[in-house]
């Protein structure tokens, strides 16, 4: 079963994060009213004559405003906020001081003192206007408080005029009240603006940079894919050069010829496959790497075609596939690529010395190889060498692209590409490739 609370008798508590200022608002209001009530004791006390020969009805009114007032600060500090509507205490403050006005002396009383403190709060938590009904009320009771409870002795006329100043002032103080809440509202508006012009201004300077920034990215982008089209067509350019002159002189005959013809044209699909990836540059985010195009690829396929637009000769080079006949599904472009930038970098470095292409797929993952017997690396720049625009060795002062060309191509198949010293002298150069097997009738 659920139960509905009045509504007039528990206040809704607002916004949870209004609830703190709106119990130390409370807590205060209770602390004045105890000192309120400390006074009109103390005044009894001290001067008994106040109340005329009603000492004993002064002393109970006195008694009842502290027991409530004792209720309203254990109720504060139990609950954390008053047990009924603010309003309605403060009308019963009200109440309270009117009373004790016309018990303790009418016109000569200081408990109209209080009656300020009534308005002050009904203004702030009911507004101007209703700050302005309640200075007037307020200010009626009192005067009829002062008729019935001042001495015989004053005339009407004074007492009347003495409620009539009493209403005036509480009024002017509503009036007052209402003008300050206007201007720190106005204060807080301008506050509010001032924050929020801030606010978009420093929303509007990080999207400037944020765009400046892009546009220096992209400013790059479009410069390393510069960087890599120079580096990429070199080779075969190169050795479509030294092909064609070959056949042109006509140097070249039978087995010779024919694997001529054939590196042309293998030449030939390579440059057309980094023009597509040009095109692909031309209309996506300016990655230098191109559009991913997997297709079935036979590894020892790969091998001959790496070996091949290396440039490595018939003597020095080491295939090896396992399993034989194995064939991955990749993208064959970015997989040449990287191999061939590899075998090319352990061809320069190696003399005469033979260059090895390992190549083997496991189910999951391809594993490449290129081993060759150079200098090797100086310890701690395995990481280096991959980095853009680094040579070292006889390459020192070159662009220094290549590796950092075979890195960022990893990086985008999601492989891992690792440097390491070779046993007996030289270095391996290990990429470690996710792909799956090629099945069968795969394009």
Same mark, same amino acid.
């Given at each position: 079963?659920?139960?509905?609370?009045?509504?007039?008798?528990?206040?809704?508590?607002? $916004?949870?994060?209004?609830?703190?200022?709106r119990?130390?608002?409370?807590?205060t209001?209770?602390?004045?009213?105890?000192?309120?009530?400390?006074?009109?004791?103390?005044? &009894?006390?001290?001067r008994?004559?106040?109340?005329?020969? /009603?000492?004993?009805?002064? *002393?109970?009114?006195?008694?009842?405003?502290?027991?409530?007032?004792?209720?309203?600060?254990?109720?504060?500090?139990?609950?954390?906020?008053?047990?009924?509507? $603010?309003?309605?205490?403060?009308g019963?403050?009200?109440?309270?001081?009117?009373?004790?006005? *016309?018990?303790?002396?009418g016109?000569?009383?200081?408990?109209a003192?209080?009656?300020? +403190?009534?308005?002050?709060?009904?203004?702030?938590? #009911?507004g101007?206007?209703?700050?302005?009904v309640a200075?007037?009320?307020?200010?009626a009771?009192?005067?009829?408080? @002062?008729?019935? *409870?001042s001495s015989?002795?004053?005339?009407?006329?004074?007492?009347v +005029?003495? #409620?009539?100043?009493?209403?005036?002032? =509480?009024?002017?103080?509503?009036?007052?009240?209402?003008? &300050?809440v206007?201007l720190?509202?106005?204060?807080?508006?301008?506050?509010?603006?001032?924050?929020a012009r801030?606010? %978009?201004?420093?929303?509007?300077?990080?999207?400037?940079?944020? =765009?400046?920034?892009?546009?220096?990215?992209?400013?790059?982008?479009?410069?390393?894919?510069?960087?890599?089209?120079?580096?990429?067509?070199?080779t075969p350019?190169?050795?479509?050069?030294?092909? %064609?002159?070959?056949?042109?002189?006509?140097?070249?005959?039978g087995?010779?010829?024919?694997?001529a013809?054939?590196?042309l044209?293998?030449?030939?699909?390579?440059?057309?496959?980094?023009?597509? /990836?040009?095109?692909d540059?031309?209309?996506?985010?300016?990655?230098?790497?191109?559009?991913?195009?997997?297709?079935?690829?036979?590894?020892?396929e790969?091998?001959?075609g790496? =070996?091949?637009?290396?440039g490595?000769?018939?003597?020095?080079?080491?295939?090896?596939?396992?399993?034989a006949?194995?064939? @991955?599904?990749?993208d064959p472009?970015?997989?040449?690529?990287v191999?061939?930038?590899?075998?090319?970098?352990?061809?320069?470095?190696?003399g005469?010395?033979p260059?090895?292409?390992?190549?083997?797929?496991?189910?999951?993952?391809?594993t490449?190889?290129?081993?060759d017997?150079?200098?090797?690396?100086?310890?701690?720049?395995?990481?280096?060498?991959?980095?853009?625009?680094?040579?070292l060795?006889?390459?020192?002062?070159?662009? /220094?692209?290549?590796?950092?060309?075979?890195?960022a191509?990893v990086?985008?198949?999601?492989g891992?590409?690792?440097?390491?010293?070779?046993?007996?002298? *030289?270095?391996?150069?290990?990429?470690?490739?996710?792909? $799956?097997?090629?099945r069968?009738?795969? $394009?």
């Open positions: 079963m659920t139960t509905r609370s009045d509504p007039a008798a528990v206040p809704d508590p607002g $916004p949870a994060d209004q609830l703190p200022e119990t130390t608002e409370e807590r209001a209770v602390v004045l009213r105890l000192c309120v009530v400390l006074a009109a004791a103390a005044l &009894l006390v001290l008994p004559e106040v109340a005329r020969g /009603g000492t004993a009805l002064a *002393g109970a009114l006195i008694v009842s405003a502290a027991v409530y007032a004792a209720v309203l600060a254990a109720a504060s500090a139990l609950r954390g906020r008053l047990p009924v509507r $603010p309003a309605v205490l403060t019963v403050d009200g109440v309270l001081a009117v009373v004790a006005c *016309g018990l303790t002396g016109t000569a009383s200081p408990m003192a209080a009656l300020p +403190l009534v308005v002050i709060a009904i203004a702030l938590r #009911g101007e206007r209703v700050g302005r200075a007037l009320v307020l200010g009771a009192y005067t009829v408080a @002062v008729l019935l *409870g015989p002795a004053l005339p009407v006329l004074d007492r +005029l003495a #409620g009539l100043w009493w209403t005036g002032f =509480l009024f002017a103080t509503a009036v007052l009240v209402g003008v &300050l206007r720190l509202e106005r204060q807080l508006a301008d506050i509010a603006t001032t924050r801030a606010e %978009s201004e420093h929303e509007r300077y990080l999207s400037e940079r944020a =765009l400046r920034d892009r546009l220096v990215s992209e400013g790059r982008a479009r410069l390393d894919g510069a960087r890599v089209v120079l580096h990429e067509f070199r350019v190169a050795s479509l050069t030294a092909l %064609s002159a070959d056949l042109a002189a006509e140097r070249l005959s087995d010779a010829r024919r694997t013809s054939r590196l044209a293998d030449h030939a699909a390579h440059l057309q496959e980094m023009l597509d /990836g040009l095109a540059l031309a209309v996506t985010d300016g990655s230098p790497l191109g559009r991913d195009r997997p297709r079935a690829v036979p590894l020892a790969l091998a001959d790496v =070996l091949d637009a290396a490595i000769a018939a003597g020095r080079r080491r295939p090896q596939v396992e399993p006949g194995a064939a @991955v599904h990749c472009q970015r997989l040449r690529r191999l061939t930038n590899l075998a090319e970098n352990a061809a320069r470095h190696s005469d010395e260059v090895e292409l390992y190549l083997a797929h496991d189910g999951t993952a391809l490449a190889e290129v081993r017997r150079g200098p090797g690396l100086p310890a701690g720049q395995e990481g280096l060498v991959t980095a853009k625009g680094v040579a060795g006889e390459r020192r002062g070159t662009a /220094g692209l290549g590796l950092w060309i075979a890195e191509l990086t985008a198949m999601d891992e590409l690792t440097l390491l010293p070779r046993d007996g002298g *030289g270095l391996t150069a290990r990429l470690h490739l996710p792909v $799956p097997p090629s069968v009738g795969e $394009p």
